[in-house]
């Protein structure tokens, strides 16, 4: 059974490492986002984003799920929860599922789990 504490955030909350394996960025780090404010918020996000980048491959290969595999290894952009340990999601245990299925618009939407979505909404506040 999980600790609950694994679930809520540590200080300034849980942090996903955005990855570009084409290898443009230094070490392949495209950014950081932070201010997920539980471990499944983060690996919601991480899941829909690595969902969506192997989506991109598709639209751009087509083909065979190995082929669409190959280019999302070769040119797409993987995501990981920074310090979630065994809890965090990991791309490869569903890449290939992924690649063998394509997504639903709703699977593949990071942004509407983005926390930076939020930053600045209260400014329409009174």
């Given at each position: ?20 394996h084409s290898g443009g960025a230094e070490d392949g780090i495209v950014e950081e986002i932070g201010g997920f404010p539980t471990l499944m918020h983060a ?84």
């Amino acid at each position: 059974m999980s600790d609950f504490a694994d679930l809520f955030a540590p200080p300034g909350g849980w942090r996903v490492r955005i990855r570009d394996h084409s290898g443009g960025a230094e070490d392949g780090i495209v950014e950081e986002i932070g201010g997920f404010p539980t471990l499944m918020h983060a690996n919601a996000f991480a899941r829909a984003y690595v969902r969506d980048s192997i989506e991109r491959c598709r639209e751009a290969v087509g083909g065979a799920p190995g082929d669409i595999l190959a280019a999302w290894r070769a040119f797409g952009e993987d995501a990981e929860i920074i310090a979630a340990g065994e809890g965090g999601w990991r791309s490869e245990s569903e890449c290939a599922d992924f690649a063998a299925e394509p997504a639903s618009a709703e699977t593949r939407d990071w942004r509407a789990l983005d926390p930076r979505r939020d930053e600045g909404d209260d400014e329409d506040e009174p």
